[in-house]
Each structure stands twice: as structure tokens, then as C-alpha cells.
Nanobody, 119 residues
Framework: QVQLVESGGGLVQAGGSLRLSCAAS????????ICWYRQAPGKQRELVAA???????RYADSVKGRFTISRDNAKNTVYLQMNSLKPEDTASYYC?????????????WGQGTQVTVSS
């Protein structure tokens, strides 16, 4: 069983910054890829950023240059540094961890943390 707990959300003015954290329990963290997704009201959940177990990263075009994903395997934690926030970044942000073992994917989600950016 893997549990993911997000934190760091809140209310910030446009142009401000927040850092989200995703703390994971369990021994699979170091072999997992970790993703941040977000979902705004009335919209589909979208991938924001991802980091593999080897540290490779990718980002949605809408956040490139503003958001940075990183991981600390010693702390079983992934971070999402969000700078130059815009009102359109307002959403619930979810942490997702997944890994493959013998071709079978295991997938875990956190409960989400709310980010609200005021104009």
C-alpha cells in the first residue's frame, strides 16, 4: 500500500509563487515516476509535470519555464515549485505515483491540494 500526501497549496496573487510537496509512504518511491496533475472546475484533469525515477522531467507547455518538478528520494518527497503564477493555474493539484513490475502498472493518487491564484 502506498499513500501520497500533498501539501503546500493556498491562495496567492498573480505573479506569486508556491511550492507543493508530495510525500510518499512505502518502499516503492525510488522506483516510481511521479506526476503532478491538476483539475480546474468544469475541466478535464491535465498533466502538469512529471519526473522519472532517474530524474528526467517533462512539463505541460502551459507551465514550461514557470514550474519546476524535483524529487528527494531520501525524503520520499517530490516538489513542484510554481513561479509566476497566473489565475489560469487555479486548480486542485494531485500527485500521482506509478511504476511497472513484470509489465503490470501500479498507480497511486493523493487527495489533492487546492491552489487559487487571484488576479
Amino acid at each position: 500500500q502506498v499513500q501520497l500526501v500533498e501539501s503546500g497549496g493556498g491562495l496567492v496573487q498573480a505573479g506569486g509563487s508556491l511550492r507543493l510537496s508530495c510525500a510518499a509512504s512505502g518502499s516503492i518511491f525510488s522506483i516510481s515516476s511521479i506526476c503532478w496533475y491538476r483539475q480546474a472546475p468544469g475541466k478535464q484533469r491535465e498533466l502538469v509535470a512529471a519526473i522519472t525515477n532517474s530524474g528526467s522531467t517533462r512539463y505541460a507547455d502551459s507551465v514550461k519555464g514557470r514550474f519546476t518538478i524535483s524529487r528527494d528520494n531520501a525524503k520520499n518527497t517530490v516538489y513542484l515549485q510554481m513561479n509566476s503564477l497566473k489565475p489560469e493555474d487555479t486548480a486542485s493539484y494531485y500527485c500521482n505515483a506509478y511504476y511497472y513490475k513484470i509489465g503490470v502498472k501500479s498507480d497511486y493518487w493523493g487527495q489533492g491540494t487546492q491552489v487559487t491564484v487571484s488576479s
